[in-house]
């Protein structure tokens, strides 16, 4: 597991701009963003987190994992509507992950183009997938591609992290965090990580 080329340097100059996310990231010195370099594990990882928490997300993966013995887009696809209920996903998760392999086994979507595109273009791609909005695609494009600067304003995680780091009332505004986070640029996906690390056990993983 490699962390990403920018990393250092991104910690490095967060630390300097804000002091109250710094005491964030100098507690965790050993932590990491990492890519898993699966677009259909990161996607489908995704889609089983949407809406609940890290420790109930972790929990409903671990058992889709130990059914499907490894995650693609034939297994996902071939597995019972009842096999894949009995994980904990629900009614509208399971045809998410069905149209989700569908889309890959059909060749509707080209993963391996998305890391030649903006993040603009990426999310623009991969919200024609059904049960793919722009929180998944957020998180495709930090944990997937591991681009510098995502900030996912709609994330209520991130949002909580960065009430509790500045005492303020949750939750705030869509529009008070993107006027926050204007200080953690071009650096806000490491900003957003740190924040969603300051709230759990175990770090996010998609």
């Known amino acids: 597991m490699k962390k990403p080329k920018f990393w250092d340097l991104a910690k490095k100059e967060l630390i300097t701009k804000d002091k109250k996310l710094g005491n ?3 507690s965790y010195p050993k932590d990491f963003l990492f890519s898993r370099s699966d677009p259909f594990y990161t996607l489908s990882r995704s889609i089983v987190g949407q809406q609940i928490s890290v420790k109930a997300a972790q929990a409903v993966w671990d058992r889709l994992e130990f059914k499907v013995k490894k995650i693609n887009p034939k297994n ?3 597995l019972h509507f009842q096999s894949l209920k009995s994980c904990g996903l629900s009614r509208q998760k399971i045809s998410y992950l069905k149209s989700l392999s569908t889309a890959f086994i059909n060749k509707e979507v080209n993963p391996k183009q998305w890391y030649l595109l903006s993040d603009e273009k990426v999310i623009e791609e991969l919200i024609t997938i059904k049960g793919i909005g722009v929180w998944t ?5 930090i944990f997937n591609l591991c681009r510098p600067d995502v900030f996912p304003s709609d994330d209520l995680g991130l949002i909580k992290g960065i009430c509790n ?3 303020l009332d949750y939750p705030i505004s869509k529009e008070h965090a993107i006027k926050l986070s204007k200080k953690w640029r071009p650096w806000r996906s490491v900003a957003t990580w740190y924040f969603w690390r300051s709230l759990d056990p175990i770090p996010v993983e998609y």
């Open 165 to 167: 780091c500045y005492n």
């Open 137 to 141: 695609a957020e998180m495709y494009l």
């Open 76 to 78: 996902i696809n071939s």
């Open 24 to 26: 964030i990231i100098i």
